[in-house]
C-alpha cells in the first residue's frame, strides 16, 4: 500500500523526504530521510481547541517541525481536507503535507504504520494508528477515555480531569459562549508538545 502512496502525486516528496523505515509524515509522524514522521489527524487538530482561531493549530504544527525535526503528514477524510490546506498554507513549511481526502483506509493505516507517532482527538484515525502500532498522543474532551480511548503500547493521554463536564459524552457541547468547550479550548499547544516529547523519550528509550 506504501508502494500506490510512492508512485502517486506525493512520490518525490516521500522519496526525498522521508526515510520509510518508520513513519516521519507528521501524520503525527514525520517520516523522511533521517526526519522522523509525525502523523496528524487534520479535523482531531481543529477539535482539539488549542486556543481560538487557526494560528494554534498551525503552531502546533510548525512547533513539530522545528522543536523535533519532524516532517509532519497530516490526516482525515474528505471533510477535513480544506482544513489541511489551511493549516499547510498558513504555516508555510514544505515539511507539512496534507493527505486528508486523499487516502483510503488501507493507506492511511500504511502511512501510520510507518509513522513516528500520532497526535488528534480520540477519533477513528486514533484507532487506526493504535492498531498498527504507531505511538500516539491522544487528546480526549468529551468522550470517556476509560471505554473508548484507543488501547496502544505507546500512549500519551491528554485529558482536563478537573472540569466537571469532562467526558460529557455529548456530540455537542451544551454548554454557551465562553463556557463552550473548555475540554479543547483549554490544552494549550505547549501540553500537547510536553507529551510529545515525553512519548518520544520513551520511544527511543532515552
Given at each position: 500500500?506504501?508502494?500506490?502512496l510512492?508512485?502517486?502525486a506525493?512520490?518525490?516528496?516521500?522519496?526525498?523526504?522521508?526515510r520509510?523505515?518508520?513513519?516521519?509524515?507528521?501524520?503525527?509522524?514525520?517520516?523522511a530521510?533521517?526526519?522522523?514522521?509525525?502523523?496528524?489527524?487534520?479535523?482531531?487538530?481543529?477539535?482539539?481547541?488549542?486556543?481560538?482561531?487557526?494560528?494554534?493549530?498551525?503552531?502546533?504544527?510548525?512547533?513539530?517541525?522545528a522543536?523535533?525535526n519532524?516532517?509532519?503528514?497530516?490526516i482525515?477524510?474528505?471533510?477535513?481536507?480544506k482544513l489541511?490546506d489551511?493549516?499547510?498554507?498558513?504555516?508555510?513549511?514544505n515539511?507539512i503535507?496534507?493527505l486528508?481526502?486523499?487516502?483510503?483506509?488501507?493507506?492511511?493505516?500504511?502511512?501510520?504504520?510507518?509513522?513516528?507517532?500520532?497526535?488528534?482527538?480520540?477519533?477513528?484515525?486514533?484507532h487506526?494508528?493504535?492498531?498498527?502500532d504507531?505511538?500516539?498522543?491522544?487528546?480526549?474532551?468529551?468522550?470517556?477515555?476509560?471505554?473508548?480511548?484507543?488501547?496502544?503500547?505507546?500512549?500519551?493521554?491528554?485529558?482536563?480531569?478537573?472540569l466537571?463536564?469532562i467526558?460529557?459524552?455529548?456530540?455537542?457541547?451544551?454548554l454557551?459562549g465562553?463556557?463552550?468547550?473548555?475540554c479543547?479550548?483549554?490544552?494549550?499547544?505547549?501540553?500537547?508538545?510536553?507529551?510529545?516529547t515525553?512519548?518520544?523519550?520513551?520511544?527511543?528509550?532515552?
Open positions: 500500500v506504501l508502494q500506490v510512492l508512485d502517486g506525493f512520490g518525490d516528496f516521500f522519496e526525498h523526504r522521508f520509510l523505515a518508520r513513519f516521519a509524515c507528521l501524520l503525527d509522524g514525520d517520516a530521510f533521517g526526519v522522523k514522521q509525525v502523523g496528524r489527524h487534520a479535523g482531531g487538530v481543529q477539535r482539539l481547541g488549542l486556543g481560538r482561531g487557526d494560528v494554534h493549530r498551525d503552531v502546533l504544527a510548525e512547533r513539530l517541525v522543536d523535533h519532524l516532517a509532519v503528514v497530516l482525515g477524510g474528505p471533510t477535513d481536507q489541511g489551511e493549516i499547510v498554507e498558513k504555516s508555510g513549511r515539511e503535507i496534507n486528508a481526502g486523499k487516502t483510503k483506509l488501507r493507506e492511511s493505516a500504511a502511512v501510520l504504520a510507518q509513522a513516528e507517532l500520532f497526535v488528534g482527538n480520540d477519533s477513528g484515525p486514533a487506526l494508528a493504535a492498531s498498527v504507531c505511538p500516539i498522543v491522544v487528546i480526549s474532551g468529551a468522550d470517556d477515555p476509560k471505554e473508548t480511548s484507543p488501547l496502544a503500547r505507546h500512549k500519551r493521554l491528554i485529558y482536563l480531569s478537573h466537571e463536564c467526558s460529557c459524552v455529548k456530540n455537542t457541547c451544551p454557551k465562553e463556557h463552550a468547550m473548555q479543547m479550548k483549554q490544552i494549550t499547544v505547549a501540553a500537547v508538545l510536553g507529551q510529545v515525553d512519548l518520544l523519550r520513551e520511544i527511543s528509550g532515552s
